[in-house]
T-cell receptor, first 114, second 111 residues
């Protein structure tokens, strides 16, 4: 596609529900990042993939958060048993080759846990 | 800890002014530094990418500089316009493939 695509754009979940957020990176991009952005804050790193390998998941806030990229393209961020503090915008970014090329961001998924 | 700090947190200027946004980082082992713009409720738009071996990059009215040894970058905006109003974010890609953001500078350009 022309850019990084994230779906859904908005998600309202009841506390305790599981959610799955999808990221379609730019075709051919090797690197994929997930970020969490609270209102008025900069994005906070969650996890990083190089192709299908999850090389860094140090930013995932708890074991309720899980990310995968099984075929090295589309990625899914799953949050189990959502809590109110999970409410945020979840951003996905991809880059062609880590370290040398720009990272491009999707529009984000705004998650509201009620 | 790999921290990125942006100063000021907010800035309001009249139209036409030249302005400078600052970004500092604590670890000089970086691949690159990227400046983004974020409009309210929107995703991030890439403005400029500076590789660790470069000193500056220019695009139109924007100029970004990088001093890796001192852990600083500046984004210079010339002849600011109301359409420049947005939050500007600095992101540092470290050699461990970890990309860290500052909290951003919220810019308002008044007509």
């Amino acid at each position: 596609g022309a850019g990084v695509s994230q779906s859904p754009r908005y998600k309202v979940a009841k506390r305790g529900q599981d959610v799955a957020l999808r990221c379609d990176p730019i075709s051919g991009h090797v690197s994929l990042f997930w970020y969490q952005q609270a209102l008025g804050q900069g994005p906070e790193f969650l996890t990083y993939f190089q192709n299908e390998a999850q090389l860094d998941k140090s930013g995932l806030p708890s074991d309720r958060f899980f990310a995968e990229r099984p075929e090295g393209s589309v990625s899914t961020l799953k949050i189990q048993r959502t809590q109110q503090e999970d409410s945020a915008v979840y951003l996905c970014a991809s880059s062609l080759k880590t370290g040398y090329t720009e990272a491009f961001f999707g529009q984000g998924t705004r998650l509201t846990v009620v | 800890k790999q921290e990125v700090t942006q100063i000021p947190a907010a800035l309001s200027v009249p139209e036409g002014e030249n302005l400078v946004l600052n970004c500092s980082f604590t670890d000089s082992a970086i691949y690159n530094l990227q400046w983004f713009r974020q409009d309210p409720g929107k995703g991030l738009t890439s403005l400029l990418l500076i590789q660790s071996s470069q000193r500056e990059q220019t695009s139109g009215r924007l100029n970004a500089s990088l001093d890796k040894s001192s852990g600083r970058s500046t984004l210079y905006i010339a002849a600011s316009q109301p359409g420049d109003s947005a939050t500007y974010l600095c992101a540092v890609l470290y050699n461990n493939n970890d990309m860290r953001f500052g909290a951003g500078t919220r810019l308002t350009v008044k007509p």
